[in-house]
């Protein structure tokens, strides 16, 4: 019955606001008491009925509630709550290479300067995908390596028009229902053999284990970066996204280390002083433009004693000016600046013949950079910025300069590969909580967990895996312990926990920063295994567990792995969500057996998209 203004009931003689507020005030005093108890018991892990845990509310597929027990369960045994599980639908057959980060549907949004539409704009949370990405038609699991090398599956990345453009320099060539790689380059018509071979005539430290880790930019289809690796140097190749051409999809294809990437306005998701050389064979960045910008986040990767070694305009301009549609007038001045921009930048010209020239950054901490100043140009940094943060950090028009308390970080102080793997690098010392104590005890668990993890899964070790990412490595534990494995590691450090990734390159690994909040620079389907330790637990606050597993499940090659080693409490979560993604599970103890965390071994599906 409704009253209106005028029949609303008179209130009976002393029942005022006053009596009024007594009962009310106990009510609130109740409910906050009771909801302060509630907190308390799910800070502590507990919950109120049989003492299950509660699934983390964040962390599970956000579509339906986890399921309550009812007094008529009492009896059950108790166990960890679990996620209800929700099928995940197939994303548009158009999805099918689909980079959520460097989307080229989505570049018009983005100013043109200095290309900077190709770096990393991800879509805001209302645009992101909750689908799993589709294979191409016809997909079938890659060629093993290192057959992988020469050849792939051309189902697998079928772009003719790469093949069609490229012919003529001998990037790659279709044969039936393969693509085959012949070694060659822009600058190597005859073979990357031979152009590295001549290469390593001009710098002996590529013969001896001095240079373990490169990094080639605008790399192709990383041909140069596959010849190293039989050479004992881990390279990383880099090249953009863009509408035609899939070359770090085929790098990945291939089996050789790549991401997705381009020196624009931001650094490199590289900390300072990481690479022994750096490397650029007619990738067609201007050097010379910008004020050396692009020269100076070079400089800023390489460590001290590190080489560049560049072909292509200008070098040899003399014999090479009348193909590039240019005089040798203009290469020559474009020469005779890029010599003077690198001699400011403390480099030095190391060597050169024919086609190849090779700088050496100044392996002294204080002799040349001591006569630049915040005046000069270019302009010696100063502190206001760590010159390792690397994730979306503007580059900056001046030199990092080596700090001085570094006394083995030059390339001629650091010890060769592989001896560097097992030693504690000086730059432990400044990450939060580390200490070469650490180190050692960080590596002798690592081998041990990865003799545990071969016991499980068998395809570990073995021709099956060849692209392997650890998500939140701390000093490249598990990639050290499969050092001997036919596979490389990319190591990824988170870009919010403490920065250690100088420590992964000084031991002569690769990796990455990243936040795994958001999409990972790749393509889909570009690694055999996937290892996570502790990320949840690490990232629950910031990240949903269901759009990271989203994205291992993008990245994740069919018939791939996970290993998930986790805590108990969202162990179920993540099996529930993996189950909706159509991945097997099986869950497994750690090497100790403690019931704190377990393992959770997983396989990708191959299923064929929707056509």
């Known amino acids: 019955m409704k009253y209106s203004k005028e029949d609303k009931p008179e209130r009976a003689p002393g029942a005022g606001a006053g009596a009024r507020a007594v009962p009310v005030a106990l009510v609130v005093i109740v409910l906050c008491a009771f909801s302060f108890y509630l907190g308390g018991v799910y800070s502590t892990g507990r919950s109120l009925l049989d003492g299950i845990q509660p699934a983390p509310q964040l962390l599970t597929l956000g579509t339906t509630p986890t399921p309550t027990r009812h007094s008529s369960d009492q009896a059950k045994p108790a166990s960890t709550a679990v996620a209800t599980v929700t099928a995940f639908p197939e994303c548009p057959a158009d999805f099918q290479d689909y980079t959520p980060c460097t989307d080229p549907k989505r570049w018009r949004r983005y100013g ?62 279709k044969d039936g229902d393969r693509f085959r790689f012949p070694g060659g380059g822009t600058m190597f018509p005859n073979g990357v053999g031979e152009y590295v071979d001549h290469m ?153 013949k024919g086609d190849i020239a090779v700088w050496q950054k100044s392996p002294d901490a204080t002799a040349c950079y001591d006569k630049l100043t915040p005046i000069t140009t270019p302009a010696k940094c100063d502190d206001s910025v760590d010159p390792d943060a690397a994730w979306y950090v503007p580059m900056r028009s001046c030199v990092t300069a080596p700090s001085a308390k570094y006394k083995k970080l030059g390339l001629n102080a650091t010890p060769k590969w592989p001896q560097r793997l097992s030693v504690a690098p000086e730059r432990i010392n400044v990450v939060p909580g580390s200490s070469s104590g650490a180190f050692k005890q960080d590596d002798a668990k690592w081998k041990l967990r990865a003799k545990h993890y071969k016991s499980l899964l068998p395809a570990l070790g073995t021709d099956k895996i060849r692209n392997v ?143």
């Open 112 to 173: 043109n300067y200095r290309l900077s539409f190709m770096e990393r704009h991800c879509p805001p949370a209302p645009e992101r995908q909750q689908c799993l990405v589709p294979p191409p038609k016809g997909y079938k699991p890659p060629i093993r390596w290192p057959k992988s090398k020469d050849q792939c599956w051309y189902r697998n990345v079928p772009y003719d028009w790469i093949n069609s453009q490229k012919s003529n320099q001998h990037w790659l060539a």
């Open 469 to 611: 990412m650890d998500m939140n490595t701390v000093y490249g534990g598990f990639a050290a312990s499969l050092i001997k494995d036919p596979v490389w590691v990319m190591n990824v450090v988170s870009s919010y926990g403490p920065n250690s990734l100088g420590v992964v390159y000084d031991r002569g690994l690769i990796g990455v920063n990243h936040d795994w909040c958001e999409a990972f620079s790749t393509y889909p389907r570009t690694y055999d295994l996937l290892h996570l330790d502790g990320l949840f637990t690490a990232e629950s606050q910031r990240c949903e567990m269901k759009f990271v597993l989203l994205e291992m499940d993008r990245v994740l090659r069919p018939t791939g792995y996970a290993i998930i080693r986790e805590s108990t409490y969202f162990l179920d979560s993540v099996a529930a969500i993996a189950k909706g993604m159509r991945w097997s599970c099986e869950k497994h103890n750690t090497e100790n057996n403690t019931d704190k965390d377990k393992i959770l071994i997983c396989q990708k599906k191959l299923w064929a998209g929707k056509q």
């Open 200 to 352: 390593r005539a001009l710098i002996p430290g590529m013969r001896d284990g001095t240079v373990r880790t490169a990094l080639d930019t605008g790399c192709g289809v990383a041909s140069w970066g596959g010849d190293l690796l039989g050479r004992g140097i881990l390279t990383v190749s880099l090249a953009p996204r863009d509408n035609h051409e899939a070359q770090v999809q085929f790098a990945l294809e291939r089996g050789i280390p790549a991401i997705l990437g381009i020196i624009s306005t931001q650094r490199l998701p590289f900390p300072s002083s990481a690479f022994d050389m750096a490397h650029c064979s007619r990738c067609l960045i201007p050097w010379t433009e910008f004020g050396g910008l692009y020269l100076l986040e070079i400089h800023r990767v390489l460590r001290p004693g590190g080489f560049w070694v560049l072909s292509g305009p200008p070098i040899n301009y003399e014999n090479r000016w009348h193909g590039w549609n240019t005089t040798a007038q203009a290469q020559k001045a474009d020469f005779d600046r890029l010599k003077k921009m690198l001699a400011s930048m403390c480099f030095k010209l190391y060597n050169m």
